[in-house]
């Protein structure tokens, strides 16, 4: 079974019910609603829909909401795309209409800029695509001197090499988009070019303060970002390795490094993490990848990442569908590697608590010792978050009677959520209820054995505090002998 999860982002691409069908049949955990694109109701419509296909196909599907931020773009040409020439002359200048844009000059959306840069800067447009370096600021007006020419279109990103730009995380759009995902119940919402904590812990007032009860992902796109990593960390639940703004603050030689930290700081502050960003590009025009994609993914999978996400590829692709499934066949291939099941995670800490002593010894337990799979019976997702954090091949199933619950751990890489009554009465009532399904479900058959974690079922406090390894031979009877 494929342990590490694919996000698949939706657009007009996946629109008809046959491409989404497909999608969610060949192995979509999460879906993300692109609020930099599209109306509030047609996130809402592909998110019903999701929800619709996932239930006819016996699927749990989880949703992640994105949001645009301060994207700094230039606004629009009057007769369409531009060629920059090496060398030549360009400004960048605030005053310009929004659709005057010429080969000599383009507006900005992000009025601030020429008050936030100086000469000598790099603005780099376009994922990189486009560099300009800053000769001087005049007044409202930007004069730039074309380093890597091409062509440029219309509302291409501006990013300033290095980082620094003072705009907010949050724009006003964001704040009627966050008010959309928790009308939509999104599982995760990700908050994109946070700089510290705070912006983290705003756009989570605001979800709650809206109904909203999804988790945070923090997308790692700044320079500063990496700077407050450690802060970014404990406010979120989740980041995503963002990999094309990221690329062009820091410079792309340095992503590879970056992305083996972040996934590496992210699972030892036991919160999930996201790689994402052109990593089958060439498959929105081809129905195979480039051996430099299929690198690239195994890469992130090995190094221990819970998803790779695709961007266009599914959302405005030709091949949606096999890009999903070659995806699922790359990261299955990549989990057969010695270092994907190996892990040191906390070997040398001290445990606070009890329920997560509990998921480290069950995982401990596993991978060294004969057991099919492990069940844990959770409220919240929090035991098998912790289990996950360690690298193994056993499968860990959530069994949850919360459907949120079995939403959100879509996300964590090597769980599977199981839909259980988890207010059963007694021990044995808990442990036969687990292996039947296992059996039923043909995960297990009655030589093997399997580790369960619950909450002591004679306290009221029912928090994880107990692990069984179980023979299944032992449960095979309906018989309650309790």
């Not at 996946?14 to 879906?31: C, H, K, M, P, Y």
């Not at 404990?234 to 030689?253: K, N, P, W, Y």
């Not at 699922?328 to 190996?342: N, Q, Y």
């Not at 306290?459 to 032992?474: A, F, H, N, Y």
Request: contains cysteine.
């Amino acid at each position: 079974m494929r342990r590490t999860k694919i996000v698949a982002t939706l657009g007009p691409a996946t629109d008809s019910s046959r491409q989404l069908e497909g999608l969610i049949a060949v192995g979509v955990d999460v879906v993300r609603l692109n609020f930099s694109h599209g109306t509030a109701q047609d996130h809402k419509k592909r998110a019903q829909m999701v929800r619709d296909i996932a239930a006819q196909q016996g699927r749990c599907v989880g949703i992640l909401g994105d949001l645009q931020g301060p994207k700094i773009r230039v606004t629009k040409f009057r007769d369409g795309a531009v060629q920059l020439r090496q060398g030549a002359d360009f400004i960048l200048d605030s005053d310009l209409p929004d659709n005057d844009g010429d080969v000599n000059s383009v507006g900005l959306t992000y009025k601030p800029l020429p008050s936030e840069v100086r000469e000598g800067n790099t603005l780099v447009l376009d994922d990189g695509r486009i560099v300009l370096d800053v000769v001087k600021v005049v007044g409202n007006q930007i004069h730039t001197r074309v380093a890597t020419g091409g062509q440029l279109s219309d509302n291409k990103g501006i990013n300033l090499r290095g980082g620094g730009l003072t705009a907010p995380a949050l724009t006003d759009k964001d704040r009627l988009d966050v008010k959309t995902a928790a009308e939509i119940g999104v599982d995760y919402l990700a908050v994109s070019f946070p700089r510290d904590a705070d912006d983290i812990a705003q756009a989570r007032g605001l979800l709650r303060e809206a109904g909203g009860q999804g988790l945070i992902c923090a997308k790692v796109e700044r320079a500063e970002a990496l700077e407050n990593i450690d802060g970014i960390l404990e406010a979120s639940d989740a980041i995503m390795v963002a990999r094309g703004d990221l690329g062009v603050e820091i410079g792309d030689a340095d992503l590879p490094a970056v992305q083996k930290r972040l996934i590496n700081q992210a699972r030892s502050a036991n919160k999930i993490v996201i790689t994402a960003t052109q990593m089958m590009e060439s498959m929105i025009s081809n129905p195979i990848p480039t051996r430099a994609e299929v690198f690239d993914v195994a890469n992130a999978v090995i190094d221990g990442t819970d998803a790779v996400m695709l961007s266009a590829e599914t959302a405005a692709g030709a091949y949606p569908v096999p890009a999903v499934k070659t995806m699922g066949d790359i990261c299955e291939k990549a989990e057969t590697h010695t270092s994907a099941m190996r892990s040191r995670h906390r070997i040398d800490d001290t445990f606070t608590r009890i329920d997560e002593s509990i998921a480290m010894a069950a995982m401990y337990a596993a991978n060294h010792f004969k057991v099919r799979a492990i069940a844990a019976y959770t409220e919240s997702g929090s035991t098998a978050l912790w289990m996950s954090r360690i690298s193994s091949s056993i499968p860990i199933y959530a069994l949850t009677r919360h459907e949120n619950t079995r939403t959100k751990v879509t996300l964590y890489r090597g769980v599977y959520p199981v839909e259980m009554n988890t207010s059963l009465s007694t021990s044995r009532e808990a442990n036969r209820e687990a292996v039947q399904l296992m059996l039923r479900e043909g995960i297990v058959e009655p030589s093997d054995k399997v580790i369960i974690t619950r909450g002591n079922m004679t306290k009221l406090d029912r928090g994880t505090s107990v692990m069984e390894i179980l023979e299944v031979s032992d449960y095979l009877s309906s018989a309650d002998d309790d």
